[in-house]
């Protein structure tokens, strides 16, 4: 099994210019997460969804937008790209019921934006 | 949301024991303890997770103290694999909103050969 697929793994963006990150899970889990990680710091979440049709603000959600496109997509969007996005992207799913199940992370989105 | 203190770092010796402490003295009853470990340049991988019983796995495990306020996870014969930063999180159960995961710095574990 694939896991969590992340595309592209690198890209660089001028400041302004927008661009999608894409995700895929082949795990047949209900939710789904997508963090950022800085330079020697732990992951911040963005943008979540707890399931199929549903998403929820994380706790930097400010400058992204995020598409659950179907149980095994969920895609995050830069608008207008900032200096300060750049960062790892990370994705994340979990089968999100009952008893916790972990998430399963995918290798990360490294973005540099100039 | 109850926070989690780490030691920055550690360090090993191969094929020894290592215990990495984790306090969390504002836990709640429906608190889950998770430990996560990132390898460089990769996502976070899940270790082990627990709410108020020691548990074990093929990986680690985790031991958890009787007022809940602290754990350890325990790696039984450390491997340079292993090298690794850990993270002890703090979650609620179930699933839907209730279920995030807000990751610290974590304790950067080094194992010398």
């Known amino acids: 099994n694939a896991g969590v697929t992340q595309t592209p793994k690198f890209q660089v963006l001028k400041t302004g210019q927008s661009m999608t990150l894409q995700c895929a899970q082949d795990?047949?889990?209900?939710?789904m997460y997508w963090y950022r990680q800085d330079p020697g710091m732990g992951l911040r979440l963005i943008y979540y969804s707890a399931s199929e049709g549903t998403t929820d603000k994380g706790e930097v959600p400010n400058g992204y937008n995020v598409s659950r496109l179907n149980k095994r997509e969920f895609s995050l969007r830069l608008e207008s790209a900032a200096p300060s996005q750049t960062s790892v992207y990370f994705c994340?799913?979990?089968f999100g019921q009952g008893v916790p199940q972990p998430q399963h992370f995918g290798d990360g989105t490294r973005l540099s934006i100039l | 949301d109850a926070k989690t203190t780490q030691p920055n770092s550690m360090e090993s010796n191969e094929e020894e024991p290592v215990h990495l402490p984790c306090n969390h003295s504002t836990i709640s009853g429906t608190d889950y303890i998770h430990w996560y470990r990132q390898l460089p340049s990769q996502g976070p991988e899940y270790v082990i997770h627990g709410l108020t019983s020691n548990v074990n796995n093929r990986m680690a495990s985790l031991a958890i103290a009787e007022d809940r306020k602290s754990s350890t996870l325990i790696l039984h014969r450390a491997t340079l694999r292993d090298a690794a930063v850990y993270y002890c999180i703090l979650s609620k159960g179930g699933g839907g909103s209730n279920y995030k995961l807000t990751f610290g710095k974590g304790t950067l574990l080094t194992v010398n050969p």
């Open positions: 994340a799913s979990r």
């Open positions: 795990m047949n889990h209900n939710s």
